[in-house]
């Protein structure tokens, strides 16, 4: 019976990150996640499964065009730096939009570290390599800035903070801040966005799986209550 | 053994071989799980249930992850003491390759410590930077998938097969069991009635 038990309890696991996932099919950054489990064993005949972890799959979204005055996004390995206050994030969704005092924002008020565009400009554009480039009445193509991104020995285990937002741990390593546009290393798309990379279908396909999972096992369940029922009854005749 | 006795090691059999059932539903979903079945065997003291693990390959699954690998054909990743068909590897910020429990996997000289560009080919051999570092220990003909996982082998509906089965061979047994109670009973109370 506490086989059967430990399966529901893995299925919902299993269940809850699909809705995450499904939740941010439309979020531009977002990066999927998937469970890990493993069963337990005492002799011959097991005891069940165990969820052993989570993490996330890094797996490069597509970049689609999106015309955003300052949409970008990473074609390769790497993410953003962005800042709020002393808090420092890292994130792959390059939704940004340029706020009154000059800041390049995304929508939950973190600012791409070291960009700030003067209040004149014009146009903001930024090239392959990270270089950010600012028209003003006066000139044209003015560098104001460099995007640096930032990559992790190990990105797995960065600690998601919601969203498209990771922070950097002890097992994640410390960020190693690179500029783009290297000859074989990543580089800035402008004017586009990246996709999440959660696939529609096989998380469709998925929540089935696990629904059908979770139903089978609650049949074991109720088959095991069941036995012990009869044999609770057995004295009475 | 008499009657009472066959039928309550039938009873613990069907209760032994539902447990085989849902052990294997709740590994549905564990990556690189191999569905064991349920080995019933007669002995003089009753009927005795194991259990063995079953060797079909599980259907294979991108996930696009470097260090996810799936095995087609027999053999086990070596982790740490313990080997393990599940794949679901990734690089620690050491260059260790470890699984979600932090385990290293083992390469034939040892735990594999590899650069962010290594790459693991499908004859098992382990490349970084140009150079074959290390190779996984697999039997012959095994090929290894990177980028994807195995996934269980277990078959949902043959398992509720299974525990259904279970549940109805125990209940003939219980009621082969009062019946013989039964009779007995009309045996010893109403055959020969003392006066």
């Given at each position: 019976?506490?086989?059967?038990?430990?399966?529901?309890?893995?299925?919902?696991?299993?269940?809850?990150?699909?809705?995450?996932?499904?939740?941010?099919?439309?979020?531009?950054?977002?990066?999927?996640?998937?469970?890990?489990?493993?069963?337990?064993?005492?002799?011959?005949?097991?005891?069940?499964?165990t969820?052993?972890?989570?993490?996330?799959?890094?797996?490069?979204?597509?970049?689609?065009?999106?015309?955003?005055?300052?949409?970008?996004?990473?074609?390769?390995?790497?993410?953003?730096?962005?800042?709020?206050?002393?808090?420092?994030?890292?994130?792959?969704?390059?939704?940004f939009?340029?706020?009154?005092?000059?800041?390049?924002?995304?929508?939950?008020?973190?600012?791409?570290?070291?960009?700030?565009?003067?209040?004149?400009?014009?146009?903001?554009?930024?090239?392959?390599d990270?270089?950010?480039?600012?028209?003003?009445?006066?000139?044209?193509?003015?560098?104001?800035?460099?995007?640096?991104?930032?990559?992790?020995?190990a990105?797995?285990?960065?600690?998601?903070?919601?969203?498209?937002?990771?922070?950097?741990?002890?097992?994640?390593?410390?960020?190693?801040?690179?500029?783009?546009?290297?000859?074989?290393?990543?580089?800035?798309?402008?004017?586009?966005?990246?996709?999440?990379?959660?696939?529609?279908?096989?998380?469709?396909?998925?929540?089935?799986?696990?629904?059908?999972?979770?139903?089978?096992?609650?049949?074991?369940?109720?088959?095991?209550?069941?036995?012990?029922?009869?044999?609770?009854?057995?004295?009475?005749? | 053994?008499d009657?009472?006795?066959?039928?309550?090691?039938?009873?613990?059999?069907?209760?032994?071989?539902?447990?085989?059932?849902?052990?294997?539903?709740?590994?549905?979903?564990?990556?690189?799980?191999?569905?064991?079945?349920?080995?019933?065997?007669?002995?003089?003291?009753?009927?005795?249930?194991?259990?063995?693990?079953?060797?079909?390959?599980?259907?294979?699954?991108?996930?696009?992850?470097?260090?996810?690998?799936?095995?087609?054909?027999?053999?086990?990743?070596?982790?740490?003491?313990?080997?393990?068909?599940?794949?679901?590897?990734?690089?620690?910020?050491?260059?260790?390759?470890?699984?979600?429990?932090?385990?290293?996997?083992?390469?034939?000289?040892?735990?594999?410590?590899?650069?962010?560009?290594?790459?693991?080919?499908?004859?098992?051999?382990?490349?970084?930077?140009?150079?074959?570092?290390?190779?996984?220990?697999?039997?012959?003909?095994?090929?290894?998938?990177?980028?994807?996982l195995?996934?269980?082998?277990?078959?949902?509906?043959?398992?509720?097969?299974a525990?259904?089965?279970?549940?109805?061979?125990?209940?003939?047994?219980?009621?082969?069991?009062?019946?013989?109670?039964?009779?007995?009973?009309?045996?010893?109370?109403?055959?020969?009635?003392v006066?």
């Open positions: 019976m506490e086989a059967a038990a430990s399966g529901m309890a893995a299925q919902q696991t299993q269940l809850e990150i699909v809705a995450d996932n499904l939740a941010n099919a439309d979020v531009a950054g977002f990066k999927s996640s998937a469970a890990t489990f493993a069963d337990v064993r005492a002799g011959a005949i097991g005891l069940g499964t969820s052993v972890g989570r993490h996330a799959v890094f797996a490069q979204g597509k970049l689609v065009r999106s015309g955003g005055p300052f949409d970008v996004a990473i074609d390769g390995p790497g993410f953003f730096v962005v800042e709020r206050g002393a808090a420092r994030a890292y994130t792959r969704n390059g939704e939009s340029r706020d009154a005092d000059g800041a390049v924002r995304d929508a939950s008020g973190y600012a791409l570290a070291r960009v700030r565009i003067p209040a004149d400009a014009l146009a903001v554009r930024v090239e392959r990270g270089r950010v480039l600012i028209d003003t009445p006066q000139a044209k193509g003015r560098e104001i800035a460099r995007l640096r991104l930032a990559s992790f020995a990105p797995e285990a960065l600690r998601p903070l919601g969203g498209t937002l990771f922070a950097a741990t002890e097992r994640s390593g410390a960020a190693h801040l690179f500029a783009p546009g290297a000859p074989d290393g990543p580089s800035i798309a402008f004017g586009m966005l990246e996709r999440s990379n959660v696939s529609v279908v096989e998380s469709m396909m998925q929540i089935l799986g696990a629904q059908r999972a979770y139903e089978a096992n609650a049949k074991g369940v109720q088959a095991a209550d069941e036995m012990l029922r009869i044999a609770n009854n057995l004295h009475r005749g | 053994m009657g009472i006795e066959w039928m309550g090691s039938a009873m613990r059999a069907a209760r032994a071989q539902l447990d085989v059932a849902t052990h294997n539903l709740a590994n549905a979903s564990t990556d690189g799980f191999r569905r064991s079945a349920a080995t019933v065997a007669l002995t003089p003291r009753g009927l005795s249930v194991g259990a063995r693990e079953t060797h079909e390959q599980g259907a294979v699954h991108r996930t696009g992850r470097t260090f996810d690998l799936a095995l087609l054909g027999a053999g086990a990743f070596r982790v740490g003491e313990v080997t393990t068909r599940d794949g679901a590897f990734q690089r620690d910020k050491d260059g260790w390759i470890v699984d979600d429990r932090g385990r290293r996997l083992h390469g034939a000289c040892g735990p594999l410590r590899v650069s962010e560009q290594a790459t693991i080919a499908a004859d098992g051999t382990v490349h970084d930077r140009g150079r074959i570092l290390d190779r996984l220990p697999l039997p012959g003909g095994t090929r290894v998938l990177a980028g994807a195995e996934t269980s082998t277990v078959n949902p509906i043959g398992e509720t097969l525990i259904l089965t279970a549940q109805r061979a125990f209940e003939t047994a219980e009621k082969t069991l009062s019946a013989i109670d039964a009779t007995r009973e009309k045996a010893a109370n109403d055959v020969v009635r006066q």
